[in-house]
């Protein structure tokens, strides 16, 4: 059973335009989201989080969005840059369990210059 | 501040042996995840110690265990190793209380032949 879900395997992006990536949820017992970016043969590098009791969260260039009634959420790269290609990874956890984060497939976001 | 530290970083072993992988996590993080990355399954949570107890475990065979040190340093050990335990295995540390931003390492790449 899949609970998160990234539909869009990759995105192609104009540099400076903005990027959108999607991810899905199933489980409403969900109380914290998180995105990652990971280049191959490194791990992930944390990027953004939004508790589930907020909207929005924004840091710099990144905004992640939260529509719970959905069980939706979005994470916005404005403007995007050469350097944001690689692989996003939404991530989900539930505070009785601790840090275990289930993780969506992930999507290839590929920024041209 | 460091960030997380395994060792090693790339590892090849025959059918049937066993592997012990090593992490260490920032100052200060008492909690450390491990996690499995393959093309097929994605991310995959495989244990957390927190506190030199494993307070959650993901479904993977008991051939897969884990310990933490008094000073949070983890070790997850595989034994009889399949070919299907080739993977990246990551490690993950974070603090105890919001935010809950789990940090990874660079992982170990580990080949069974």
């Known amino acids: 059973d899949q609970q998160v879900k990234q539909n869009s395997p990759s995105l192609s992006v104009q540099e400076g335009r903005i990027s959108i990536l999607n991810c899905d949820y199933t489980n409403s017992m969900f109380d914290y989201f998180l995105w990652y970016k990971k280049y191959p043969a490194e791990g992930p590098t944390f990027l953004i989080s939004?508790?589930?009791?907020?909207d929005k969260n924004e840091d710099g260039r990144f905004t992640v969005f939260l529509n719970k009634s959905a069980k939706h959420l979005s994470l916005h790269i404005v403007p995007s840059q050469p350097g944001d290609s690689a692989v996003y990874f939404c991530a989900a956890r539930r505070m009785e369990y601790g840090n275990k984060l289930v993780f969506g497939a992930g999507t290839i976001l590929r920024v041209k210059s | 501040k460091a960030g997380v530290t395994q060792t090693p970083r790339y590892l090849i072993k025959t059918r049937g042996q066993q592997v012990t992988l090593s992490c260490s996590p920032i100052?200060?993080?008492?909690?450390v995840s491990w996690y499995q990355q393959t093309p097929g399954q994605g991310l995959q949570f495989l244990f957390e110690?927190?506190?030199?107890?494993?307070?959650n475990k993901g479904n993977f065979p008991g051939r897969f265990s884990g310990r933490q040190f008094s000073n949070s340093r983890s070790e997850m050990n595989v034994s009889t190793l399949e070919l299907g335990d080739s993977a990246l295995y990551l490690c993950?540390?974070?603090?105890?209380?919001?935010?809950?931003?789990?940090?990874f390492g660079p992982g170990t790449r580990l080949t069974v032949t």
């Open positions: 110690y927190f506190s030199e107890t494993q307070r």
């Open positions: 993950a540390s974070s603090q105890p209380r919001a935010p809950y931003e789990q940090y």
């Open positions: 100052s200060g993080h008492r909690s």
């Open positions: 939004i508790s589930s009791i907020k």
